[in-house]
């Protein structure tokens, strides 16, 4: 007994090494008294989870070269408990029995997030005590495998629900006495497998999100001089598909090039990393003549290549079904000689390279297929 202990004080102190650099500093609780759960106590639960700390986020991802929320439950349940859970953080919470009262909560129950606006289950974690849970983030001042408290006002507010998958409600019952307190308030096991076959078929669409941005577009460079100029308007419009890593897109643009004096209509393909930093590229049809700003010299548009560009946008906030954010995008736009030739590289800069800041507006699909 005595060489458990010494064991168990390693492992808490290694592990508290790890944690100390997230917010939720677990080295501080008092020691929590093994329970059986299953055929796993809670001790092998944490010590499992926490060695996945630090590992980066990654849409999609099972494996500690990078992993995305639904991805880290699903592995430490197989590792743990044997069980198998369905890979999508709203499949998970059906297959759950959801507890009424915080109080019943217990070391392995799952909990549930409502993080993208749309009103439905997105994000899940794993308890560990005293109101602690580790989940993989993908976003906010730490990502990937993290601790977090249940308190966090960002938790609290979009918290959805804590419950048991089924398998380990039932034989969790068979071990410990069962309190009425303990209220069930919704129980759904998918018994049916063609459910699932429909919602695999409906799972392309509702993983696209439509992105509208409204910005206003600038420079810092005329030809005859340096200073800010206003350089017009665009609205942009992009469709993206979520359920990779690297999200891929395809959208249009709208703009207003007062410096050139032109109405362009880019057409977008893009990349988006992580949802902050965007890459697109495509070609751009012009309405009207160009002219280079201030000195109005006549020049020639460029359908292909046309426009190259990358956008950074912040932290989005939800405001009910969409999230917000601000975007910042450095973009150049490919102007010739009326000859077809190639501008000067001041010329081109001046004319065709230019910032855009604005308001993003992200709308998911699947909150409007409800």
Known sequence: MKKILIILLIIAGFTSCKVAKQEVIIETQKPIKEKPRGKHKVSDLRAYCLDWLGTPHRMGGTTKQGVDCSGFVCNVYKEIYGISLPRRSQDMAKVCKIIKDKNDLKEGDLVFFKTTGDGSISHVGIYIGRNQFIHAAS??????????????????????????PISTAKSNKKNEKTDDSDEIIEE??????????????????SDIEVDTITACDWSLWLPNKFMINF?????????????????????????????????????????????HVTVYAGPVITFGDPVTPDTHDPIKASFFPGIMGVSFSTPSFNAGNVKISVTQDLAYTIFNDTDGGALKFHDSLCTGFIFSTGIRVTLPVKSVLK
């Open 231 to 275: 350089r017009g308007l665009t609205l942009t419009t992009i469709a993206r598909y979520t359920g990779w890593q690297v999200q891929p897109g395809v959208g249009t643009t709208l703009r207003w090039n007062s410096g050139t004096q032109v109405f362009q209509l880019p057409i977008l393909f893009s990349l988006t990393f992580n949802e």
């Open 188 to 205: 759904e096991v998918i018994e049916d497998d063609n459910s699932e076959e429909k919602k695999s078929k409906g799972s392309f669409l």
């Open 139 to 164: 976003d906010g001042s730490n990502t990937g495998v993290i601790a977090s408290s249940l308190t966090e006002k960002y938790y609290k507010n979009c918290f959805a629900g804590v419950g048991k």
